[in-house]
Antibody, heavy 119, light 108 residues
Framework: EVQLLESGGGLVQPGGSLRLSCAAS????????MSWVRQAPGKGLQWVSS????????LYADSVKGRFTVSRDNSKNTLFLQMNSLRAEDTAVYYC????????????WGQGILVTVSS | SYVLTQPPSVSVAPGKTARITCGGN??????VHWYQQMPGQAPVLVIY???DRPSGIPERFSGSNSGNTATLTVSRVEAGDEADYFC???????????FGTGTKVTVL
């Protein structure tokens, strides 16, 4: 059974940093791309970032490029999202998702983790 | 950037058919994926590559894509289908994934 479990969320002040983790199990993690998607309170889904199976290709939404960094540790089956220079508008539930094939659908999602940026 | 437009809401009576549209410029040449999100829960993939159903998704869910509109169709609607639905594509011109604005389906 595929499982994705996010951690590392919480309350952070504007300008601060946070590192999200996503622990994966139930599939061959090193064989699949992964993505981060966020959802602000009461709003729709917004794609944040994606990384290919090896970590050699990373992609970012314009709103986070230069501030967020996606990475992965295939030896530990873990996906990361380093978030710097956080803004109030980054407040959202962050989901990690497994990508079915490169540039394909997101076939499994974690339960999400809340990040609140506020003073 | 590429924009996907969905109606904010769709209402349907139990047993009837709900059709949720996703409009985008020449979306027919892209692969469209659809997600269902129940309140307080993570999204679930219900249709991928326009019309394929992942295992475990009822046959009542179907999809089509042509021209400037993709459509998710839910037949014989049940109370449990009440949720938000989002379409998604990969936009190769920007190297970005794009989600639609989302549609809230209400079962009357």
């Amino acid at each position: 059974e595929v499982q994705l479990l996010e951690s590392g969320g919480g309350l952070v002040q504007p300008g601060g940093s946070l590192r999200l983790s996503c622990a994966a199990s139930g599939f061959t993690f090193s064989g699949y791309g992964m993505s981060w998607v966020r959802q602000a309170p009461g709003k729709g889904l917004q794609w944040v970032s994606s990384i290919n199976f090896s970590g050699g290709r990373t992609l970012y939404a314009d709103s986070v490029k230069g501030r967020f960094t996606v990475s992965r540790d295939n030896s530990k089956n873990t996906l990361f999202l380093q978030m710097n220079s956080l803004r109030a508008e980054d407040t959202a539930v962050y989901y990690c998702a497994k990508v079915e094939v490169e540039l394909g659908a997101f076939d499994y999602w974690g339960q999400g983790i809340l990040v609140t940026v506020s003073s | 950037s590429y924009v996907l437009t969905q109606p904010p809401s769709v209402s349907v009576a139990p047993g009837k058919t709900a059709r949720i549209t996703c409009g985008g410029n020449n979306i027919g040449i892209k692969s469209v994926h659809w997600y269902q999100q129940m309140p307080g829960q993570a999204p679930v993939l219900v249709i991928y590559y326009d019309s394929d159903r992942p295992s475990g998704i009822p046959e009542r869910f179907s999809g089509s894509n042509s021209g400037n509109t993709a459509t998710l169709t839910v037949s014989r609607v049940e109370a449990g289908d009440e949720a938000d639905y989002f379409c998604q594509v990969w936009d190769s011109s920007s190297d970005h994934y794009v989600f639609g604005t989302g549609t809230k389906v209400t079962v009357l």
